[in-house]
């Protein structure tokens, strides 16, 4: 199956969180250094109320591995980027907060 790119740096192979797209089209209209994001799959869980919450979880070959908690479910993102991780923890927070 092909990716299917949706402003050239979010690739859409799965469905995203609605509160997650927002947040990471902020976060790709606002950082240049970002090569790409790739969300994953999605599965419910029970603490993931209130705004969208983005945690880095591991390094991974070409950058992060996060995960989104949004509507009561989880999302793994994996964001290609040489970005530090406190940097792009401080992308995620402004981004998050719109």
């Known amino acids: 199956m092909k990716l299917r790119k949706h402003e050239g740096k979010l690739k859409i192979e799965h469905s995203i969180l609605d509160g997650v797209r927002g947040m990471l089209q902020r976060l790709l209209a606002a ?16 603490d993931a109320k209130g705004p969208v919450k983005v945690r880095i979880t591991v390094p ?8 989104a908690l949004s509507d009561g479910a989880r999302q793994e993102l994996f964001i290609s980027t040489a970005m530090s991780r406190e940097q792009l923890e401080a992308a995620l927070e402004k981004a998050a907060a719109g």
């Open 31 to 46: 950082n240049g250094e970002i090569r790409s994001v790739i969300p994953g799959v999605i599965r419910v869980v029970r």
């Open 60 to 67: 991974v070959q070409n950058g992060w591995k996060a995960i």
